[in-house]
């Protein structure tokens, strides 16, 4: 597996708290992802990283932040929790060659369940 | 708005029997299609890529075909085996775009 680490794998909080979830790589890629999964829609992107304090934002980013403050970490911040952010959170990372088009494959987390209640 | 449609959503076969998922895209400009297993329970993992001059490329008992005038693509698993069972997505990248699409995934359960 690429050396990625999502931190927590689990957690169960209440809405309207603020939630932090952490993506840790150790392959130095340039883009990292955050992507969320809910039965029914596959993965949706959240934000994106293409460098250190470059990001973007996805098709899902309501509600969400993320900060990159180094290349081996990407936080996703939920700023104050809701129901409907219960999902299963994946971190990926790619390495662009070329052109800067995404020509590369995505290595992903394991993924962080997340429970809003 | 670029998009990939995948189909059928979900299939359950007989282990040892052969299977063909299909992926649409309407992505342009194209740069590549991958598909991806996800196993229950983990992050999804890249099966095979397929570039605009290739129409067939096999990874063991998988192999995906792209047809880049009809912008179809298909991964046929021979011989399923109980581990086949996962989700496979289809995932296109556009040329310069940092961003690729993803399809919704196929659901395929294998019996004994």
């Known amino acids: 597996d690429a050396g990625i680490t999502q931190s927590p794998r689990h957690k169960v909080t209440e809405t309207g708290t603020p939630v932090t979830l952490r993506c840790h790589q150790t392959e130095n890629h340039r883009y990292m992802y955050w992507y969320r999964q809910d039965p029914g829609h596959g993965l949706r992107l959240i934000h994106y990283s293409y460098g250190v304090k470059d990001t973007d934002k996805g098709e899902v980013s309501d509600g969400y932040s993320v900060s990159r403050s180094k290349t081996e970490d990407f936080l996703l911040t939920l700023e104050s929790a809701t129901s409907s952010q219960t999902s299963v959170y994946f971190c990926a990372i790619s390495e662009s060659k070329g052109t800067g088009g995404t020509n590369e494959k995505l290595f992903f987390g394991s993924g962080t369940q997340l429970s809003v209640l | 708005k670029n998009q990939v449609e995948q189909s059928p959503q979900s299939l359950i076969i007989l282990e040892g029997k052969n299977c063909t998922l299909q992926?649409?895209?309407?992505?342009?400009?194209?740069?590549?299609l991958r598909w991806y297993k996800q196993d229950t329970g983990r992050g999804p993992v890249s099966l095979t890529i397929?570039?605009?001059?290739?129409n067939t490329k096999s990874n063991g008992r998988y192999t995906a075909t792209l047809d880049a005038d009809t912008k179809q693509s298909s991964l046929h698993i021979t011989a399923s085996q109980l581990s086949d069972s996962a989700s496979y997505i289809c995932?296109?990248?556009?040329?310069?775009?940092?961003?690729?699409?993803f399809g919704r995934g196929t659901s395929l359960i294998v019996h004994p």
């Open positions: 995932v296109v990248a556009s040329g310069g775009s940092y961003i690729p699409t």
């Open positions: 992926c649409n895209y309407t992505v342009s400009p194209f740069s590549n």
């Open positions: 397929m570039t605009f001059s290739e």
